[in-house]
C-alpha cells in the first residue's frame, strides 16, 4: 500500500526556517517523481519544489534560494528545508508522489497538481508571522 506522511510543519516567526520531511512507502510507482505543493484556503494548490529519483530539481521562483529540496531514496523520505520564511509562505504544505517518466520538466509546469500527481500525504501546516 502507497502512503506519504508529512511532519515538521510549525509556527515560526519571519526570517525563520523550517525543515520538512516526507515519508514514504518507497513504492517506485508512486515516487520517481516527487515533489512539495502548498494551499491556502481559497486558492489553487501550488508547486514549491519539485525533484526526480535522479535528484534533478525545480524551483517556484517564490522560493528560489530560499528553500531547498532534496531526497534520501533509500530511506523513502523527502525533504524540504525552508530558510528566510515569509509571511506568505503561510500555507498547508503537501509532498506528492507519482511513478510516471518522464517527470514534468518544472515544478510549475505542473497545472493540475491532483490529477498529475496520484499519490499524497496529508498536509502538514507551516505558519510563518510577520
Known amino acids: 500500500q502507497v502512503w506519504l506522511v508529512e511532519s515538521g510543519g510549525a509556527s515560526v516567526q519571519s526570517g525563520g526556517s523550517l525543515n520538512l520531511s516526507c515519508e514514504t512507502s518507497?513504492?517506485?510507482?508512486?515516487?520517481?517523481?516527487m515533489g512539495w505543493f502548498r494551499q491556502v484556503p481559497g486558492n489553487e494548490r501550488e508547486g514549491v519544489a519539485g525533484?526526480?529519483?535522479?535528484?534533478?530539481?525545480s524551483y517556484a521562483d517564490s522560493v528560489k534560494g530560499r528553500f531547498t529540496i532534496f531526497r534520501d531514496n533509500a530511506q523513502h523520505t523527502l525533504y524540504l528545508e525552508m530558510k528566510s520564511l515569509k509571511s506568505e509562505d503561510t500555507a498547508t504544505y503537501y509532498c506528492?508522489?507519482?511513478?510516471?517518466?518522464?517527470?514534468?520538466?518544472?515544478?510549475?509546469?505542473?497545472?493540475?497538481?491532483?490529477?498529475?500527481?496520484?499519490?499524497w500525504g496529508p498536509g502538514t501546516q507551516v505558519t510563518v508571522s510577520s
Open positions: 518507497g513504492h517506485p510507482y508512486a515516487t520517481n517523481c
Open positions: 506528492a508522489g507519482d511513478g510516471r517518466l518522464p517527470c514534468p520538466n518544472h515544478i510549475v509546469a505542473v497545472t493540475d497538481p491532483r490529477t498529475e500527481y496520484n499519490y
Open positions: 525533484i526526480e529519483r535522479d535528484g534533478t530539481t
